[in-house]
């Protein structure tokens, strides 16, 4: 349906021919976000196979007052206009990469990290949100 509407140049909320600058008229569309907190003891356990899951890209600097996000996005791969797909090479290995800009910092899973030969510097673990709600204790920097 999406497809239908944006090869026809509609809006997806109203269906009025979509400019730049277009504001739907007469309609609201209301969203709701639910938000949670959890306690440092609900974290993922370290070792487990979902703190293995991802490690983080970063210059190493982490302070461990911020919170950390990784968007709906990223997660299941659907695009906005935050979002760009894009193909590379890492050491002649092909990887796909999902550029967004609504998660805080970049991530890649541990074990494609160690296929690639990544040198990875531990660091002290700290949580990260993900889409679905869950914290992923992160324990390593690429």
């Known amino acids: ?17 979509y400019i730049i600058e277009h504001q ?7 969203y709701f976000v639910e ?6 003891e609900e974290l993922v356990a370290e070792g487990s196979d ?13 302070d461990a007052a911020h919170d950390y996000y990784v968007s709906m996005h990223t997660m299941t791969g659907l695009h906005d206009y935050r979002t760009m797909r894009v193909t590379g090479n890492v050491r002649d290995k092909p990887v796909h990469i999902l550029i967004d800009t609504g998660s ?6 541990l074990e494609m990290a160690k296929r690639l030969c990544c ?11 993900v889409a679905n709600g869950h914290k992923i204790c992160i324990t390593f920097f690429i």
């Open 1 to 17: 349906e999406l497809d239908e509407k944006r090869a026809k140049g509609l809006c997806f909320v109203c269906d009025e021919k």
């Open 24 to 30: 739907c008229s007469g309609q609201k569309q209301l």
């Open 35 to 40: 938000v949670f907190e959890h306690k440092k």
């Open 50 to 62: 979902e703190s293995k899951a991802i490690c983080a890209l970063d210059n190493g600097n982490v």
């Open 104 to 109: 805080t910092h970049n991530f890649l899973d």
């Open 119 to 129: 040198k990875l510097d531990s660091t002290e673990p700290f949580p990260v949100a």
